[in-house]
């Protein structure tokens, strides 16, 4: 089946870059997601990219995508202290219908 | 994007009893779905509500456990049976849009069982 990978957590100071990286095993996948978590918040979408892309930049959001390593990045620049959360990523299946999760990074940043 | 209305928000049940979370969208969406965050884990992905027919579930989760209905498009609820001190958990409705085949999310519901 699916296996999607993440780090548990990441800590940064303010201002600086954050990469989150998140490793999946279905090569079939069409799309693949980032989502963030506030705490006692449900999941909002962030971002997504489509699998015939390498790069997708919306903002601060950089979502890198290595087809070839089935390797997925999301990179937030200049980082504050509201994008303390957690983050998945996401893939769909070969339906096209569920999505597979991973466990989550705890992104904290240090004022 | 669609807005995906839960509740309660969160309750405080006891052990042997039954609760009902409702969920609101408010727009069409084609599938429904049902996961479970217990603490500090990720989704995991309880059941497909279809509408107007029996929900399809996930391995581990049973009909009699997690009784799911769907009237209609916008609407599902799931109820939480015979609860015990490990059902607590955050429980979160979504629902699937037609771009990308992205899921919308709910705040969520957490129970905490007692």
């Known amino acids: 089946g699916e296996d999607v990978e993440q780090s548990l957590f990441l800590s940064v100071r303010e201002g600086d870059s954050s990469v989150i990286n998140c490793t999946y095993t279905d090569s079939s996948s069409t799309y693949l997601y980032w989502y963030k978590q506030e705490p006692g918040a449900g999941l909002q979408l962030l971002t997504y990219?489509?699998?015939?892309?390498d790069m997708k930049q919306d903002q601060r959001l950089t979502v890198l995508l290595n087809k070839k390593d089935k390797h997925l990045s999301l990179r937030i620049a200049d980082t504050q202290t509201g994008d303390s959360a957690i983050y998945f990523c996401a893939e769909n299946n070969n339906a096209g219908n569920m999505l597979t999760f991973g466990g989550g990074t705890r992104l904290m940043v240090k004022p | 994007s669609a807005v995906i209305s839960q509740k309660p928000s969160r309750d405080i049940c006891q052990r042997g009893t039954s609760l009902t979370i409702q969920c609101q969208v408010d727009s069409q969406v084609t599938m429904m779905f049902w996961y479970r965050q217990q603490p500090g884990q990720s989704l995991t992905l309880i059941a497909t509500a279809n509408q107007g027919s029996e929900a399809t579930y996930e391995s581990g989760f049973v009909i009699d456990k997690f009784p799911i209905s769907r009237p209609n498009l916008t609407f599902s609820t799931l109820t939480v049976s015979n609860m015990s001190p490990e059902d607590s958990s955050i429980y979160l409705c979504?629902?699937?849009?037609?771009?990308?085949?992205?899921?919308?999310f709910g705040e969520g519901s957490r129970l905490t069982v007692l």
């Open positions: 990219i489509f699998s015939n892309m």
């Open positions: 979504s629902g699937q849009g037609t771009n990308t085949g992205e899921l919308f």
